[in-house]
């Protein structure tokens, strides 16, 4: 894999450098596919609805992590609406500037907005009922996201879930040297989750995407 991230450092620095250039918008977030938002939206609430509640394999609605957060839309359309209070992060200082007006006046039940690299964030131990990572795995190398996600298990509340949605390859490694990112295929990801300690609960694809981009697949971890 080493030719495919390179220099971490540079890895890294890159994807920074792409990222401050991108306009703090909904297209911005989704490197103008915003007309996406709503069937992305609709499909993770089913998902996630599928696990909030109280019963054996529940989770609490309490706090929620929207890990790569960008200015917010995830935090505004999703979690807030099933969560009590949210923290966000993200590498990128002006988006989360944005996210403050962004989300108006349910962003008063945002506690936190931390800016940071997630090969580096160390999420609250025990204080998590959901984690939400999404379109951002591919932003750190193998080794880092083991280690994120290991940091992730510790930072959840007993009960609480670990949720991946990503693009996935079709077979092996794509690299984008344009964002400074990765696309690796479904087994891979799996694997670097097992790596990670974290226990497969559920997995699906997303439905009603445009042909011409990468598959999406939601998994839910404990």
Not at 15 to 41: C, F, H, R
Not at 106 to 123: A, H, I, S
Request: glycine share 12%; proline share 4%.
């Amino acid at each position: 894999m080493d030719e495919v991230f390179g220099e971490d450092s540079a890895f890294y620095s890159k994807a920074e450098d792409y990222w401050k250039q991108v306009a703090p918008t909904v297209d911005g977030m989704l490197g103008g596919y915003g007309s996406i938002s709503n069937v992305d939206i609709n499909g993770s609430k089913k998902f996630m609805q599928k696990f909030l509640g109280e019963g054996q394999g529940k989770t609490g609605n309490g706090f929620a992590l929207d890990c790569g957060a960008g200015i917010g839309r995830i935090t505004k359309r999703l979690l807030l609406p099933l969560f009590r209070t949210v923290d966000l992060v993200d590498v990128t200082q002006e988006f989360l500037d944005q996210a403050k007006s962004y989300l108006g006046e349910d962003g008063k039940r945002v506690e936190n907005y931390f800016c940071c690299g997630l090969q580096d964030f160390q999420p609250q131990p025990s204080r998590y009922d959901v984690i939400w990572i999404q379109w951002v795995i591919g932003h750190l190398t193998d080794e880092h996201l083991v280690e994120f996600l290991r940091r992730c298990q510790g930072g959840l509340k007993p009960g609480g879930l670990i949720i991946i949605k990503d693009n996935v390859a079709y077979d092996g490694v794509v690299p984008d040297e344009v964002d400074s990112s990765v696309c690796r295929d479904l087994p891979l990801v799996r694997t670097l989750a097992q790596k990670a300690g974290l226990g497969l609960v559920c997995e699906e694809q997303q439905l009603d995407f445009p042909e011409e981009i990468y598959q999406v697949w939601t998994l839910a971890y404990r």
